[in-house]
């Protein structure tokens, strides 16, 4: 049974909460006056629908329903969270949460966008301030993972956790700001930055773009990986953080900064900085800057998938919990059907997988046969435990055949058969489907291999026995097509 998310404001930020729910499987209602906001959030949602799923190696939920409301009474009927994107206006905003708190829920959870007001703000004059709390996205919500979450001692402990665990649910991560202030934790560092970049404009040091690139070719990169202290930290060497500190503290009094200093915000400064930031990047529509910034967000997230690092790290957790809730199969005893092809993989293809042709590069072919391999291995008992005894397969042979193209966000299912699983050697036949159009085919020959001798060895009694159930209730399928062929050759 889906749960169902309200949306209240659809403009960036809410089209950005309604794709995250979205595509993670919930129901989503949006309210929103704005006639054009069904148009808005729609191109908000394609830019998700081609992003998001690269960022998982597994299959996503299958998308929920969206529904626009004319009335917040229609649209929070129902709902478990009623996430309020509503512009800055403390008023608004508490007109806005009395009209809410009359019709939802009493256990449905109020979470706020707000990037600037304290939650006891939000809280003020209502019914049931336990219900509201702010939780701060990040643009593009359905990218980025951080979320503050800043409640009251009115929330209690347990609406607390409930709201943790749905964001964690959303596959993002949950800060706990356990002390409200004036926003919040991250956009105060920005802001920190923003008003310095302001000086550095006005006084002609530097230009939009030039201080863009100060940050994108240093050390915003180093940041994106490993934040704030843990840079300094490193940068101390040997000595760590302490060092650091000795070397570095006494420029805190040196004239580096005009952060205590705001410019005047007057209309010279305005046109200063919005006529270099045209000239900077306004040949570029914003629809397809999004899309840039969503290709490069997916592709630096994905390397930090690869060395289950930060945002990586949270992602490959989030990847488990899918695969697990899409029934992938983990154990042989769990396969309902032994005669037919497992189920080895399922994923979309994400962004870092194309070539120069806009199509899935033929490297990224043998990767996907490569981990539906790795997923078998571990269905028949050779996963992480067993090699760390001291066992494992080594890859002999690999045949693969590239029928039709596949694109960027396309979903692709894996399914294997095991030809042969006697003795040291195990062959095994693979096909990549997208829906029912056939992809590729890929076929294998593996080696069982004593790891501490580096030569052939026989699998554990278990591995022997799951490959020999496995391919004799599979020996009933008629031979594969194309099975030990190369194309093109005669049948």
């Not at 403390?90 to 990037?115: D, F, R």
């Not at 990169?221 to 953080?241: C, H, N, P, S, Y």
Request: negative net charge; proline residues 5%.
């Amino acid at each position: 049974m889906m749960t169902t998310a309200t949306i209240v404001g659809g403009g960036v930020i809410g089209g950005g909460w309604a794709a995250r729910f979205l595509l993670n499987g919930w129901n989503v209602r949006v309210f929103d006056p704005d006639p054009e906001s069904e148009r808005k959030i729609g191109e908000v949602l394609d830019n998700a629908r081609r992003s998001l799923p690269g960022t998982s190696d597994t299959e996503m939920p299958q998308e929920g329903s969206l529904t626009f409301h004319d009335t917040i009474a229609e649209a929070v009927a129902g709902a478990t969270w009623i996430q309020e994107s509503v512009p800055e206006r403390l008023e608004m905003k508490h007109k806005v949460y009395a009209e809410i708190q009359a019709h939802c829920a009493e256990n449905a959870i109020i979470g706020s966008s707000t990037s600037g007001f304290k939650p006891s703000e939000l809280q003020e004059h209502a019914p049931r301030p336990g219900q509201i709390m702010v939780a701060h996205p990040f643009n593009p919500v359905y990218l980025m993972p951080l979320i503050e979450l800043v409640p009251t001692a009115q929330n209690s402990a347990d609406i607390i956790a409930q709201a943790k665990a749905t964001i964690s649910g959303l596959g993002m991560y949950p800060l706990h700001v356990r002390k409200e202030i004036d926003a919040h934790i991250a956009d105060r560092f920005m802001e920190a930055v923003w008003r310095e970049a302001l000086w550095l404009v006005k006084d002609g040091v530097a230009t939009t773009e030039e201080i863009d690139e100060s940050i994108r070719m240093g050390f915003g990169i180093r940041w994106a990986q490993m934040g704030l202290f843990d840079t300094f930290r490193v940068a101390g060497g040997e000595a760590g953080m302490k060092h650091f500190m000795e070397q570095f503290g006494p420029c805190l009094k040196w004239p580096w900064t005009r952060l205590m200093d705001v410019p005047e915000f007057n209309d010279e400064l305005v046109d200063l900085i919005a006529g270099q930031s045209d000239e900077q990047s306004g040949h570029i529509e914003i629809r397809e800057m999004e899309r840039i910034r969503d290709d490069n967000l997916v592709a630096m997230m994905r390397a930090l998938k690869g060395q289950n690092w930060g945002a990586g790290a949270l992602m490959n957790t989030h990847d488990v919990k899918l695969s697990k809730e899409a029934g992938m199969v983990r154990k042989a005893a769990d396969i309902v059907d032994l005669s037919q092809p497992i189920v080895t993989g399922r994923r979309a293809v994400p962004v870092d997988w194309l070539d120069y042709n806009g199509h899935m590069n033929e490297s990224r072919y043998l990767q996907a046969f490569s981990e539906a391999t790795d997923r078998l291995m571990e269905i028949v008992g050779c996963d992480q435990d067993y090699i760390a005894t001291g066992g494992s397969y080594f890859t002999a042979e690999t045949h693969i055949r590239n029928i039709d193209e596949a694109t960027l966000g396309e979903r692709i299912e894996v399914r294997t058969r095991v030809l042969n699983g006697e003795g040291k050697k195990m062959h095994i036949w693979s096909e990549m489907y997208a829906g029912e159009k056939l992809l590729a085919t890929g076929e294998q020959v593996l080696i069982h291999v004593s790891l501490e001798t580096r030569k052939p060895s026989v699998p554990s009694a278990e591995i022997t026995a799951n490959l020999a159930m496995i391919a004799e209730a599979q020996s009933i399928l008629p031979a594969p097509d194309g099975v030990g062929r190369y194309v093109g050759a005669p049948r």
